[in-house]
């Protein structure tokens, strides 16, 4: 147990004496790790938004009157027959222009001047909901080939397709992020690992000359490594967190995107970042200690004849 704690002491020493350097190289991981986890919530964001916007009703097909001379008046009937017959559709149903003034009441009803319309200007249309909402193209290029029964496609896949595609850049961007500050930090942990070993040099030197194994020596500058990479993982975590959080509580009446992505997914990221954070310190520390410890494991030097 006393030589836990000696290796634990020797540890905090070191840290205490390259406290600049120290900091530095948790500074790195906490910059590479804030840049890789706030992207990766981010991407989660998109993600939960996009599903939703792909349930319900993907395509509305607006429709001339029915009953005129260009339009029969079972038209409406036929066209959502044939809609629904279609692979591509998973369900479609259809909205009179009745059904349509009630549903534009409600949805402008603290809007008095827009409540004005005539009524019977709103057209009546078929709601469609895809199988996919990457056969949007294929289905509106259908609807389009009617010009006598339909009057308007309107669809927001589009702008769906334009988050998968900014997640997907998101997601790109972090990575590469993450890895070159990711090295940056190792690179930077194992300067601070080679300072510390050098300021202390001939103390290592006349440790592996009683016969200290190399093990015995590399612990204490491991738990350095170890310290810097958690810490830097920590502070990481708990500031994309505390950001999320707070954005989360300043937009919970912004209904159209939502922003709680839950404790749960925050949580298990969480967990392994900070052991990649930890990990990173310790690659750093054993990198910065390769230079210095090249003998066999678990044995000292052979001892110059003319000591004994």
């Known amino acids: 147990m006393s030589r836990v704690f000696f290796l634990i002491r020797e540890a905090m020493v070191n840290l205490r004496r390259n406290l600049l350097i120290v ?3 948790v ?18 964001v998109l993600r939960l938004n996009t599903l939703a916007w792909q349930e319900g009703v993907h395509v509305i097909v607006f429709l001339n009157d029915a009953g005129t001379a260009e339009v029969p008046a079972d038209a409406h009937e036929a066209l959502l027959a044939e809609v629904r017959s279609w692979e591509e559709v998973k369900d479609a149903f259809y909205v009179s222009k009745a059904e349509a003034w009630v549903e534009f009441q409600e949805i402008f009803e603290d809007q008095e001047e827009l409540l004005k319309i005539d009524p019977s200007a709103l057209p009546a249309s078929i709601r469609i909901e895809l199988v996919s909402i990457e056969l949007h193209s294929s289905v509106q290029f259908k609807l389009e080939q009617d010009t006598v029964t339909v009057l308007r496609v309107s669809t927001a896949s589009e702008q769906i397709e334009q988050l998968q595609i900014l997640s997907r850049g998101l997601n790109v961007l972090g990575l590469g992020f993450s890895i070159v500050l990711g090295v940056s930090a ?30 015995y020596i590399r612990i204490p500058f491991l738990l350095e490594g170890l310290i810097e990479g958690l810490v830097g993982a920590l502070l990481a975590v708990l500031t994309v967190w505390v950001v999320s959080d707070r954005i989360t509580e300043a937009t919970a009446s912004f209904a159209i995107l939502r922003l709680d992505i839950g404790n749960n997914f925050i949580f ?23 230079r210095y410890l090249r003998d066999s494991e678990g044995t000292g030097p052979e001892i110059p004849t003319g000591i004994v």
């Open 23 to 25: 900091a530095g190289a």
């Open 27 to 44: 500074l790195a991981v906490f910059i590479s790790l804030t840049l890789a986890f706030g992207a990766l919530v981010i991407n989660e």
């Open 186 to 215: 190792v690179v930077l942990i194992a300067n601070t690992i080679r300072l510390a070993i050098y300021a202390r040099r001939d103390e290592v030197e006349i440790m592996k000359l009683v016969g200290a194994s190399n093990w």
């Open 268 to 290: 298990t990221r969480a967990l392994i970042f900070v052991l990649f954070g930890a990990a990173a310190g310790v690659v750093g520390s054993l990198l910065g200690l390769s």
